[in-house]
Antibody
């Protein structure tokens, strides 16, 4: 069965950096686009970024563009999110989600359980 | 990348039907038939309920259905059950090659 396990969350100071990981199993990782979606405490879902199946194209929400970088290592079945210049607005649970096709056009079906990122001085 | 517009809350009695709307623009909901709906219980990951406007994944009850007219998509739940009480989010692909979610709707089964 599809499993997505996020890690790397924690407490970080404003202005700091953090790298999240998402380890995938139960499907052919290198055949699907992958997403990051976040949810601030008590708030709704916010789409963050997507990377195509081969890492060739990446797209970002305006709120994170220029600060966050999505990437993947298909040899390790792992998705990453490098987050720089973090602000308190980035406090959220970060979910990775599996696309249903190779590109950004396809909806996402399976989600991980999320990892919490907390910005605090 | 403005969020899609959903009502903050809806409610219904067991056995009734409810509809949740999701309004976007000509750059997202109105342009593509790539609207999805997710159910999220407190503290849990979202679960896909509807994709591509009106398709149901295997395992999702046929009490859930989706539709779209112009810039507005809708999720209808018929024969409401207590277990349907949850938060619901719509999402859409956009002309910017990105995705956008609605603000979420809290469904109360009274």
């Amino acid at each position: 069965q599809v499993q997505l396990v996020e890690s790397g969350g924690g407490v970080v100071q404003p202005g700091g950096s953090l790298r999240l990981s998402c380890t995938a199993s139960g499907f052919t990782f290198n055949s699907y686009a992958m997403h990051w979606v976040r949810q601030a405490p008590g708030k709704g879902l916010e789409w963050v970024a997507i990377v195509r199946y081969d890492g060739s194209n990446k797209y970002y929400a305006d709120s994170v563009k220029g600060r966050f970088t999505i990437s993947r290592d298909n040899s390790k079945n792992t998705l990453y999110l490098q987050m720089n210049s973090l602000t308190t607005d980035d406090t959220a649970v970060y979910y990775c989600a599996k696309g249903t096709g190779r590109t950004e056009v396809y909806y996402f079906d399976y989600w991980g359980q999320g990892t919490l990122v907390t910005l605090s001085s | 990348q403005s969020a899609l517009t959903q009502p903050a809350s809806v409610s219904g009695s067991p056995g009734q039907s409810i509809t949740i709307s999701c309004t976007g623009t000509t750059r997202d909901v109105g342009l593509f038939d790539y609207v999805s709906w997710y159910q999220q219980h407190p503290g849990k990951a979202p679960k896909l309920m509807i994709y591509n406007v009106n398709k149901r994944p295997s395992g999702v009850s046929n009490r859930f259905s989706g539709s779209k007219s112009g810039n507005t998509a809708s999720l209808t739940i018929s024969g409401l059950q207590a277990e349907d009480e949850s938060d619901y989010y719509c999402s859409s692909y956009t002309s910017g090659s990105t995705w956008v979610f609605g603000g979420g709707t809290k469904l109360a089964v009274l």
